[in-house]
């Protein structure tokens, strides 16, 4: 295609856009319309720290996640647990994930830039999260180290998340203000395991993403 | 239904074709338990957030604003999607909007590609110019795999597949998956859609997707979906194809903490739906596609756009809530709307998509009951648009039509009291013939001519009282002044 045809579509689109509602305004103009949006909904945390992990908590339990509390000193333990209670022995992480979360017993295969189709050989991932939200139950990943590609955490059929209760919010207004200063990195909001309610409206856990997700609270 | 897209150029109008949805039982009832197992779900997580309202007004203002200032936040996203890695495209039509898709998956030799459900792609009937190109594209979402693989037609925005039970799915997967031995559990249709795609997923090389939202701060791009399937076509692929219409741009990514509030809890009735991916053009850490494009399309949007008053009906997230609240929807389904887009937002959408030119029975689909407006998450007042397209299609028809003429002699004979008393007394002869006495001695009419036997079709019209109410009255003062006693 030629890129004059382009540039005529854009013009032409634009000039329609322009001709339906008025010329194009300033960019004060435009800030000053966006301000102007009424935002009267809840912005910030209604609870306790304590009440807002217990709330996730309980969002997680109603998308069939496994959930664990654990002190600092007991992630180790926790992720020994969690996995031999899987079943799983082979596991993708993404590099940087923390080292005492590699645990003996277990096969780690570090991601570096791995195929489709041998991430589809292992058995699960382990990955930390940017934030979590306690009102919808959503564990937050961006591509930095400890979270790695989206691909990572898509294509094995189990997935770890190490969550620090530091990171934990109440609200999504709370999680979008963390999120914000790394808008531009690939993002994905994770709520319980992939499902599907395409047959009958019935939920159905594991349609092609991970069918189990399990998630440690550390704090 | 056959595997001809529904296409409003073509369509039946809607109530022909509202009649034969009517007559099938099994669809109907496939229908009311669907929409009423996501009205109750979606009541129960609205119900539970206090600032529900105070969401919705933050919803309708951040749309409204964006429609003022439409050029300026395309630009912007553009020019940030740019200086991403990502190309943009604009497309004046759908057909321009399909030739530039085409000509990118011929340029990469491909002849598959996977896709997310769309309800753009099928507005633009993408599918079918791939075919004729010969490339085949996939489907992943289930409900889109189903629609499919049944050579159908889909029938709600969210759910496109609430018209099939599992039976009728299973019978499908059956004879097109080669799965004899299928059960017909949801879990083991589900299984069965997962083994058939997953193969697909790790192959094919292209991608192609819509958008939920365009953000013109980041120049990023927001899908949402439950089952993983848009995650795969959006990370798996080399190349990835995202069609947008040119209203699906919102300000700021902080305008996501409103609009990822409103359309899960409306569309499906979750609090979050399993999975929201976020990227910006072309990842610089080799995450995701090597190469990105987007297509703007307008296809009629600037259209809407410069009518005050039909305006609104681009700020759709399109959740579908209305579909499931509405009661004309609710009996007959989607394909009897003719379009992709079914339910009273496409009682509104459709006809001006089409430029008033089609569908123009659609705006009469409806009751006018308020129920969608009441659901709409981003508050449309949607029987505000109806009656306002109404009066299009009315102004549109002439004036020398017989129901616009019938109403301009009711205007005339209403506005003088000689006219209307002597109206009357015309339709009081005139009806006489046409009249019968039931047991009680009450007339009725069971059969009128031309236009008016649309009333007598269904149901039987009372005659004419022999004295109204006037007469009546004028009779009593004048007897009392006179000093005759009532009775």
């Known amino acids: 295609m030629a890129s004059g045809m382009i540039g005529s579509a854009r013009e032409v689109v634009l000039g329609r856009i322009r001709a339906a509602k008025g010329p194009a305004a300033s960019a004060e103009v435009v800030q000053a319309g966006w301000d102007g949006v009424r935002r009267d909904y809840q912005r910030s945390a209604r609870h306790s720290q304590a009440e807002v992990i217990e709330l996730l908590i309980d969002r997680l339990h109603d998308y069939d996640a496994q959930v664990m509390e654990v002190a600092r000193g007991e992630v180790a333990s926790a992720v020994t647990k969690m996995m031999t209670a899987r079943g799983v022995r082979r596991l993708v992480v993404p590099a940087g994930l923390s080292a005492e979360l590699l645990v003996e017993g277990f096969e780690f295969v570090v991601d570096e830039g791995l195929s489709a189709a041998e991430l589809n050989t292992v058995d699960g991932v382990v990955t930390e999260c940017t934030v979590a939200i306690a009102e919808t139950g959503t564990i937050v990943l961006q591509n930095v180290p400890g979270q790695g590609r989206r691909a990572v955490s898509l294509v094995p059929d189990y997935h770890l998340c190490i969550v620090n209760v530091a990171n934990v919010v109440e609200t999504v207004p709370e999680a979008m203000d963390k999120l914000a200063p790394t808008a531009c990195f690939a993002t994905t909001f994770i709520s319980g395991p992939s499902a599907t309610a395409d047959i009958e409206m019935t939920r159905i856990k594991g349609v092609h993403g991970p069918r189990f997700l399990d998630v440690i609270l550390v704090g | ?487």
């Open chain 2, 1 to 487: 239904m056959s595997g001809t897209a529904l296409d409003p150029r073509t369509a039946p109008t809607f109530p022909m074709a509202a009649l034969t949805a009517m007559g099938d039982t099994q669809l109907r009832k496939n229908v009311r338990h669907a929409t009423d197992v996501i009205q109750a779900k979606r009541a129960r997580v609205v119900n539970e957030m206090p600032d529900w309202q105070a969401l919705r007004e933050s919803g309708k203002q951040i749309r409204q604003h964006t429609m003022e200032h439409l050029d300026y936040y395309l630009e912007e996203f553009e020019k940030n999607c740019t200086a991403a890695g990502g190309v943009v495209h604009w497309a004046r039509d759908a057909a321009e909007a399909r030739q530039i898709i085409v000509t990118l998956v011929k340029g990469l030799g491909a002849t598959e590609v996977i896709k997310i459900k769309s309800m753009t792609t099928e507005e633009i009937q993408l599918n079918t110019a791939l075919e004729a190109a010969g490339v085949h594209a996939y489907e992943t979402d289930l409900a889109e795999l189903i629609i499919q693989l049944g050579h159908d037609q889909p029938s709600h925005i969210v759910v496109p597949a609430l018209h099939k039970n599992r039976q009728q799915i299973r019978e499908i997967f059956k004879r097109e998956m080669n799965l004899p031995e299928l059960g017909e559990s949801p879990q083991d249709l589900a299984d069965a859609a997962r083994t058939f795609l997953r193969e697909k997923f790790l192959r094919v090389k292209t991608g192609v997707s819509g958008a939920n939202f365009l953000i013109a701060e980041t120049g990023g791009v927001c899908v949402v979906e439950s089952e993983g399937n848009g995650r795969m076509c959006l990370t798996l692929p080399e190349t990835l194809i995202t069609v947008a219409g040119i209203d699906k741009v919102v300000p700021r990514f902080a305008d996501l903490e409103v609009l990822l509030q409103l359309l899960p809890r409306s569309a499906t009735g979750e609090r979050m739906n399993p999975y929201n991916s976020v990227w910006t053009g072309v990842d610089v850490n080799g995450d995701g596609p090597k190469a990105f494009h987007v297509i703007l399309m307008d296809n009629a949007r600037t259209e809407i756009l410069g009518d005050l008053e039909g305006r609104q009906t681009l700020n759709c997230i399109r959740c579908g809530a209305c579909q499931n609240a509405c009661p004309v929807y609710r009996q007959t389904g989607g394909h009897a709307y003719g379009s992709v887009y079914a339910g009273p937002i496409g009682a509104i959408l459709t006809p001006q998509l089409q430029q008033m030119h089609h569908s123009q029975s659609l705006p009469y689909a409806s009751s006018l009951c308020g129920a969608c407006y009441e659901v709409c998450p981003v508050k449309i007042n949607i029987p505000e648009v109806l009656i306002h397209l109404r009066n299009k299609v009315v102004k549109q028809n002439g004036m020398l039509n017989p129901e616009a003429l019938a109403m301009r002699m009711m205007g005339i004979i209403f506005k003088s009291e000689g006219k209307f008393r002597a109206a009357q007394r015309l339709g009081r002869m005139a009806e006489a013939p046409l009249v019968r006495k039931d047991g009680r001695g009450q007339g009725w009419i069971g059969w009128l001519p031309g236009l008016l036997g649309g009333w007598t079709q269904v149901r039987d019209l009372q005659s004419m009282p022999e004295e109204t109410f006037r007469d009546w009255w004028e009779k009593r003062e004048s007897s009392k002044k006179q000093g005759v006693p009532r009775g």
